[in-house]
């Protein structure tokens, strides 16, 4: 399944796989997010499935918001190694 993205108001719902065939297209859409915002939510309750290069992506977007000191709310159950990754990351 491919990757769509959907934008309104800084609340963007990602729907479909996000994968290393189609990261490139979530890389672009979240280049300079920051840029405009001070605070950004991304749905994956839509996220049908994720492989690592997913992950990382999603947790590059953190590192931004903590960077540049903005807000990034991910919301949605999603899949489980995404949720997996971000606890570990809380723990260390």
């Known amino acids: 399944m491919n990757l769509e993205i959907t934008n309104a108001n ?3 719902n990602v729907k479909g796989s996000l994968d290393r065939y189609n990261i490139h297209v979530f ?3 979240f280049k300079n997010v920051f840029r405009n915002a001070s605070a950004i939510t991304v ?3 839509n ?3 994720i492989d690592r290069y997913g992950v990382s992506a999603i947790a590059q977007l ?3 918001a903590l960077v540049k000191n903005k807000r990034l709310s991910i919301i949605g159950f999603g899949k489980n190694s995404l949720f997996n990754h971000f606890k ?3 723990a260390a």
């Open 10 to 12: 800084n609340y963007f």
């Open 43 to 45: 749905s994956i309750e």
């Open 88 to 90: 570990t990351e809380e």
């Open 47 to 49: 996220l049908t499935s």
């Open 27 to 29: 890389k672009k859409q």
């Open 62 to 64: 953190q590192n931004e």
